[in-house]
């Protein structure tokens, strides 16, 4: 299973959802009663389920939300930061009771997933009602930056990611078809775009970001897979030789912020995709 870090979570997910939830109506959240958010991580999607979901109704009881990770110690940061409730397991043998959630819901989990179907299959088995996916579409990132390298290294590393990653991190387009092969009904696809802005002045998190870019710890996180995708005869250049302009721009970065005339605005487009469980099965 792919690691991430808390930083890195808190990091992608800072902002997501907060300026629209327009994308997310198909999962009619208002009249939600019991949500599972599966590969929850640190639990920032868990959060915007929870507050779309508490009833206009103020008589009636809020939904039960729920974020299940496979992993122990997202969790630990997921739980420190709210009430909710939390568990801990896998998504291809979730530990629930059939029908036990009437949506389950995953966000950057399937792009992870070397067998996504099979998850696919247990968030219908544990949905009554609803099923949906947000996916981010990484083949279709945009980068705008005053450090002009930053967009075309930017792209390096992530078609070498896409190269050399073993599970399908371009799904996005796929998984209306998964969910008809699985048997949902009444398939719909919307798209949020994530912009994130970097300007001054900086938080401290993105001048961390800057720091990493600097030293190439950032990229090291995913040395693993972008080794793969670029050490090869037929990549435009090697690891060692990516990671080297890397942390040449990232000291640009710095220079800039320090005279504060560094901005950057990255683009990820998401793909949700939501289906119903026939009510026969
Ligand atoms: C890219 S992160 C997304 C986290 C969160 N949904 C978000 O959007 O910020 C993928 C998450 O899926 C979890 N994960 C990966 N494989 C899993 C599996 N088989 N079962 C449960 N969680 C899994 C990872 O631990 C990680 O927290």
Redesign the pocket.
Request: hydrophobic share 45%.
């Given at each position: 299973?792919?690691?991430?870090s808390a930083a890195y979570?808190s990091r992608?997910?800072a902002g997501?959802w907060a300026d629209s939830i327009a994308a997310l109506s198909d999962l009619d959240l208002p009249n939600r009663r019991r949500i599972l958010?599966?590969?929850?991580?640190?639990?920032?999607?868990t959060q915007v389920l929870a507050a779309a979901s508490q009833s206009e109704n103020t008589n009636a009881a809020p939904a039960r939300v729920v974020g299940?990770?496979?992993?122990r110690s997202?969790l630990d940061v997921a739980q420190s930061e709210t009430d909710l409730e939390y568990a801990q397991?896998?998504?291809?043998a979730l530990p629930f009771a059939d029908d036990a959630f009437d949506l389950v819901v995953?966000?950057?989990?399937l792009?992870?997933?070397p067998k996504p179907a099979a998850?696919l299959e247990e968030f219908a088995r544990v949905s009554s009602d609803l099923v949906a996916t947000?996916e981010p579409n990484n083949a279709h990132v945009g980068v705008d930056s005053t450090v002009e390298a930053e967009q075309r290294l930017e792209q390096t590393a992530r078609d070498a990611f896409v190269r050399g990653v073993n599970t399908d991190v371009s799904i996005g387009d796929a998984v209306p078809s998964l969910f008809d092969s699985i048997g949902l009904q009444e398939i719909s696809t919307a798209r949020y775009h994530h912009e994130k802005r970097t300007e001054p002045p900086y938080s401290s998190a993105e001048l961390s970001d800057a720091a990493a870019k600097a030293s190439g710890s950032g990229l090291d996180d995913h040395a693993t897979e972008l080794r793969r995708g670029l050490d090869t005869e037929t990549a435009p250049t090697s690891y060692d030789e990516l990671r080297s302009q890397w942390r040449e721009m990232g000291r640009s970065i710095v220079e800039q912020m320090q005279d504060s005339s560094y901005r950057r605005v990255e683009v990820v487009p998401f793909d949700v995709t939501v289906g119903r469980v026939p009510s026969d099965t």
């Open positions: 299973m792919r690691r991430f979570l992608t997910r997501m958010d599966v590969g929850c991580g640190t639990g920032e999607l299940l990770d496979a992993d997202l397991g896998d998504a291809t995953c966000q950057a989990l792009i992870n997933l998850a947000i």
